[in-house]
């Protein structure tokens, strides 16, 4: 760990040498704090810089990721669930997780966690593959596949091929989300870019699509089990 010393106190920061970085890079991570990316010739230097810099930006991202896992900490054996709220039961000698009504019986022990995943996954299949068809009946476009997956850094993604790729910790956000997620990706099997015409699209789909997008962005973090 290396410190700055900014008007506002110290900051701590690692620093990656990467071979293909074309520019210094900092982010803020949950799990790895704060790192700077710097590219292989970069002088040392150059990564205090970028923290000093920054600051203002990182204690906010600080801040938001702080606040994240509050709330995580705060679900007290429960998990969401699109608009519900799961309690987690556990129970000795099961394997897998179940649902039953409004509770989720998962395994004691240290297998818990990897079978509410493969529960989630399971489930994001089938809630994400009916919103999808619906989407695409109502735009009258159609895709090739559909992959779940479990990203750290992406939500969906719509390939060139009509593929379409979703991450199944949107089940864990509102439904209304999950919904601009899917029509965000259905618009792309339209308009492959972020241009105008692409977001023009996707507000006439989605007509609150920036709050959605704002919670996903301020919330993102919290979609953890």
Sequence with gaps: MKPVTSDRGEIEYTVRRSPRARRVRVTVDPVGGVQVVLPRRAAEREAAAAVRELGPWIRRRVGELRRAQELVDARAGTLPYLDETLVVVEQDGRSRAHRRAGELHVPAGPER????????????????????????????????????????????????????????????????????????????????????????????WCPDYRAHKEWLRRNGQTLVL
Excluded: K
């Design 113 to 204: 966690e990897a079978a509410i995943e493969r529960w989630y996954r399971r489930a994001a299949r089938e809630e994400i593959g009916a919103r999808l068809d619906r989407a695409c009946a109502q735009a009258g476009l159609a895709y090739e596949g559909l992959t779940i997956r479990g990203q750290r850094t992406r939500w969906a993604s719509c390939s060139a091929e009509r593929s379409m790729s979703f991450n199944w910790r949107l089940l864990l956000a509102p439904a209304a989300v999950l919904d601009y997620v899917v029509w965000h990706e259905v618009c792309h099997l339209q308009v492959m870019d972020h241009s105008p015409r692409f977001w023009a699209l996707l507000e006439r």
